[in-house]
């Protein structure tokens, strides 16, 4: 099973602050997410899946 991270792990990840990320998934944009128990996560494959997006994209 894939990890679940919060957005404040994600955050740290990044390098952004976990209210960047709540503007992000308001606009429908940055790593996939979704929630459990009300609250917002992210899954580390998702996550790692959008950085190397964001560097193909910076490259190509």
Avoid: C
Wanted: proline content about 2%; aromatic content about 6%.
């Amino acid at each position: 099973m894939d990890e679940l991270l919060t957005a404040r792990e994600v955050g740290e990840i990044l390098g952004l602050s976990a209210g960047t990320l709540a503007n992000w998934r308001s606009l429908g944009i940055g790593p996939t997410n979704f929630k459990v128990g009300g609250r917002v996560r992210y899954r580390a494959s998702s996550v790692n899946d959008w950085i190397a997006e964001q560097e193909h994209d910076a490259v190509g």
